[in-house]
């Protein structure tokens, strides 16, 4: 009996922005088991230095006007990470800046309706485990979380051009734009990995391992090898 395995061979750097809601952080963790990628989440970071300080999400960005070193540092220490990593293997790194840090990287730019995109995120918020992780405070109805949702991407869109010039809303500096309103994460994840075959960006080969003769001893692992390397 035959076993396919496929291999996918390549060094990258993926990064992933976009709007609120619009499925960036599902999307990577798909795509970082579909690719064996290391995953690097911004968001996450930002949301633990929140914790720490014993602040919420929204405390932690009001803060972050006058202490750039909470956007500057973070965004710095994630690129040069990322860099790291991707010396050796695939890198997804989920932040709206990081397009602007890693400029050698494919740039993804994930956007939704904003109302579609608020109900999303208030459809994570009645869990409770989801709700702890997000660190978004105390939001007791989904009219308050679409105000909110405005007021963080003006907030966050602010600091962005103060502390680095750049819209991170602006189209133009992304390899692909993907508007996630009417599709699932799944599908989303899908557009990205075609997009990325379609630009020849990876490798994929096709190794059948087990009693075939050019696949025993040693002349497995010389294949094998060559396809991890090349």
């Avoid at 290391?38 to 929204?58: C, F, H, P, S």
């Avoid at 190794?207 to 991890?228: C, M, Q």
């Amino acid at each position: 009996d035959f076993i396919n395995q496929s291999f996918i061979s390549f060094r990258m750097i993926i990064t992933i922005s976009g709007t609120p809601g619009s499925g960036k952080s599902t999307v990577a963790e798909i795509l970082a088991k579909k690719l064996r990628a290391e995953r690097i989440y911004v968001g996450g970071i930002r949301r633990e230095l929140a914790r720490k300080m014993n602040m919420t999400l929204q405390e932690f960005n009001e803060y972050a006007k006058d202490h750039p070193e909470t956007d500057v540092d973070v965004d710095k220490r994630a690129a040069a990470q990322a860099k790291e990593l991707g010396k050796k293997k695939i890198v997804i790194v989920e932040g709206r800046t990081q397009f602007h840090f890693l400029p050698e990287s494919l740039k993804i730019f994930m956007k939704v309706d904003p109302e579609e995109g608020a109900r999303r995120i208030w459809k994570d918020l009645q869990d409770k485990i989801i709700q702890l992780r997000r660190n978004e405070g105390n939001i007791t109805s989904f009219e308050a979380m679409k105000k909110r949702i405005h007021e963080r991407e003006n907030e966050d869109s602010a600091r962005y051009k103060k502390y680095y010039n750049i819209d991170h809303r602006e189209e133009s500096q992304y390899d692909l734009v993907l508007d996630t309103t009417k599709i699932s994460a799944e599908e989303a994840a899908e557009k990205i990995f075609s997009f990325i075959k379609s630009k020849r960006l990876i490798k994929v080969s096709e190794v059948r391992k087990a009693s075939h003769p050019a696949l025993k001893g040693g002349a497995w692992k010389e294949r094998l090898s060559k396809l991890r390397t090349s």
